[in-house]
């Protein structure tokens, strides 16, 4: 079955720079799209980042780009979302998500998600 685990989050203060993992297990990333997405409280869930299924290419939403490097390791079958310079306005759940096939779809159109992972910026 397929199975997505976020970890990597926690406490951290502005300007941190943690990174997130979201290890897959049941399939493989080679034919599937990743997303990587964030819900703040109160908000609805945004998509940040993800990796198309046919060329690998890379997107980032504009508030991330420039800070955020999504990143993936075939080998283990996981993928990571660095985080550089954060601020307070990046706390949020964050989420791994993937579908088969799609070039970086919508929201709705990812089949399986992970279960979050808390990042919390704040001196």
């Known amino acids: 079955q397929v199975q997505l685990a976020e970890s990597g989050g926690g406490l951290v203060q502005p300007g941190g720079s943690p990174r997130l993992s979201c290890a897959a297990s049941?399939?493989?990333?080679?034919?599937?799209?990743i997303g990587w997405f964030r819900q703040a409280p109160g908000k609805a869930r945004e998509g940040i980042s993800c990796?198309?299924?046919?060329?690998?290419?890379?997107y980032y939403a504009d508030g991330v780009k420039g800070r955020f490097t999504l990143s993936r390791d075939k080998a283990k079958n996981t993928v990571y979302l660095e985080m550089n310079s954060l601020k307070p306005e990046d706390t949020a759940v964050y989420y791994c998500?993937?579908?088969?096939?799609?070039?970086?779809?919508?929201?709705?159109?990812?089949?399986?998600w992970g279960q979050g992972t808390q990042v919390t910026v704040s001196s």
């Open positions: 998500a993937t579908r088969h096939g799609g070039n970086c779809p919508p929201r709705s159109e990812y089949d399986y």
């Open positions: 049941g399939f493989s990333w080679d034919y599937y799209a």
């Open positions: 990796v198309s299924s046919s060329d690998g290419s890379t």
